[in-house]
């Protein structure tokens, strides 16, 4: 039995299914780990299994009650992937969003610092989706031109992002 191509081809969906009865990622992401190193210990690595899918979904199972009796405060409940998708809060933390505010605030002051001809051009390029073609017609200047002063600004904000990061 090939012990890395199972976990290729069934890790995701025991930890689905383990999410789908009610466990946090990081739970499900433990007890689908439990479940191959159950394997590997039972001697697994010369087993054949007919089913692999079926035994591996009842180790986590079982991994999980085990779970649960060691743990009685944590509830086991049965929720559809819907209902998991719809109770899944896709909103950054605090810590993630005052960063992203930030990263915001040293692009809003990186693209300031431009000359006004090349800030327009990255904002008509980037910002407004207007083609190179477009922007050159309207600055009266070559499409060449344009892009390098497009390819300027995404380096000056580049470097004032990594400015930041440091």
Same mark, same amino acid.
């Given at each position: 039995m090939?012990?890395?191509a199972l976990?290729?081809?069934?890790a ?5 299914s383990l999410r ?6 990081d739970v499900?992401?433990?007890i ?6 159950k ?5 697994g ?15 986590a199972l ?7 009796r ?10 559809s992937p819907?209902?998991l998708d ?8 605090a810590?993630?969003?005052a960063?992203? #505010?930030?990263r ?7 693209l &300031? !610092? +431009?000359p006004p001809? $090349?800030? /327009?051009a990255?904002?008509q390029h #980037?910002?407004?989706?207007?083609s190179?073609?477009?922007?050159? &017609? !309207? +600055?009266e200047v070559? $499409?060449? /031109?344009?892009?390098?002063?497009? #390819? ?10 990594? !400015?930041?990061?440091?």
């Amino acid at each position: 039995m090939d012990l890395p191509a199972l976990f290729r081809r069934h890790a995701t969906d025991i930890g689905s299914s383990l999410r789908a009865r009610g466990v946090s990622a990081d739970v499900a992401a433990d007890i689908t780990q439990d479940v191959f190193v159950k394997l590997l210990a039972g001697g697994g690595g010369t087993t054949v299994l007919h089913n692999p899918r079926a035994y591996l979904k009842r180790i986590a199972l079982n991994l999980l009650v085990d779970r649960h009796r060691r743990e009685p405060g944590a509830a086991l409940v049965e929720l559809s992937p819907a209902l998991l998708d719809e109770i899944a809060d896709e909103a950054p933390d605090a810590e993630r969003a005052a960063a992203a #505010r930030q990263r915001l605030a040293v692009v809003e002051a990186a693209l &300031a !610092e +431009l000359p006004p001809r $090349t800030r /327009r051009a990255f904002e008509q390029h #980037r910002l407004g989706e207007r083609s190179l073609a477009e922007i050159a &017609a !309207e +600055l009266e200047v070559s $499409t060449a /031109r344009v892009w390098a002063m497009v #390819r300027d600004a995404y380096g000056h904000v580049k470097r004032r992002l990594d !400015e930041h990061a440091e």
